[in-house]
């Protein structure tokens, strides 16, 4: 089957972003298409597929998004501004909810975080602290700031999600290791983590900044996680480290996004939609070959690389 595919990122969040409103793919097909597409020894590459999806009464359009692995998560902060900027661009708006797999965000056209980055501005949440739905299991009802000494004896985890799975420890310093370690844990599934969950090490280096390095579900060690740094926020605000509705900038390998959280577990985030090239792909059997690319945005990918 042969797609058009726009690679786009968001913080360095990489994607193949196809226009999917009208297709008719199973959940089983566009697995297999992001297995094909995400490969990083493939043509393309990337953390999955991001799909531009039809509309309902509540959303002008909606967002679906494939793990490199084919899985499914609730969402993906960064992908959805890419998907944001498909959507308002394709209907000529400035603004719109979007429809997620188990809610629904609002995305508007931002000011730019630098001349020549394209920036979506989303608000998602609210975040939300039960952990019987996730579920995790044996921990109570709530983990706010304390060990899961199934994970490690000394950090100290908050457990949010918003509406995907995140556990969430401030450090003094990431140990990429032990963040692997932790990780692989709660990506194997175990019985008492049957979903699993998104990880971040996250380190306050000022009242003003936050930087946050992710484990991600499906993915792995990743540049960049928008929810992860959505959570990350809301957890500083939660654990009295940042005030509440505070503008802060979120680091990550990736890049940075603007970011605030209120009280309510409600999660803004502002950062790039960047579009670097557009083309088509086959994939057939599991496998993607014949890229051709049409377009490059190389203006797109100078103006990401200033900041």
């Known amino acids: ?37 995400a490969d990083r020894d493939g043509p393309v590459g990337g953390d999955g597929i991001l799909l531009l999806t039809d509309g309902n009464d509540a959303a002008a359009f909606g967002m679906r998004i494939f793990n490199a692995d084919g899985s499914e998560p609730e969402t993906c902060l960064n992908g959805l501004r890419c998907v944001a900027r498909a959507g308002l661009e394709a209907l000529g708006l400035d603004q719109a909810i979007v429809q997620l797999k188990t809610s629904r965000a609002a995305v508007a056209r931002d000011g730019d975080l630098a001349a020549g980055v394209y920036t979506v501005r989303e608000t998602a949440g609210p975040a939300t602290l039960s952990i019987a739905d996730w579920p995790l299991h044996g921990e109570g009802d709530e983990i706010i700031d304390r060990p899961i000494a199934r994970l490690s004896p000394t950090l100290a985890f908050t457990a949010v999600a918003i509406p995907n799975p995140h556990l969430i420890a401030f450090v003094d310093q990431v140990d990429e ?27 306050q280096r000022s009242d003003r900044e936050l930087f946050v390095r992710t484990f991600e579900r499906g993915v792995g ?42 009280a309510d577990g ?29 377009e490059r945005r190389s203006d797109e990918i100078e103006a990401w690389s200033r900041i």
């Open 266 to 294: 409600m999660v803004t985030l502002s950062g790039n939609a960047t579009f670097e090239w557009s083309g088509s792909v086959t994939v057939e059997a599991g496998r993607a070959s014949d890229l051709i690319v049409a």
């Open 177 to 203: 290791a032990e963040l692997v370690r932790i990780g692989t844990i709660c990506e194997s599934a175990p019985d008492w983590l049957p979903n699993r969950a998104n990880v971040s090490f996250v380190q």
């Open 221 to 262: 060690l990743t540049n960049a996680c928008g929810s992860a740094m959505g959570a990350s926020t809301f957890v500083a605000g939660l654990t009295g480290r940042l005030p509440f509705d505070q503008p802060v900038t979120v680091r990550n390998r990736g890049g940075l996004v603007r970011a605030s959280a209120a």
């Open 1 to 37: 089957m042969r797609f058009d595919i726009i690679k786009c990122h968001g913080s360095g969040n990489d994607f193949a972003l196809i226009d999917a409103r009208g297709a008719d793919l199973s959940d089983h097909a566009w697995a297999d298409v992001a297995r094909a597409l």
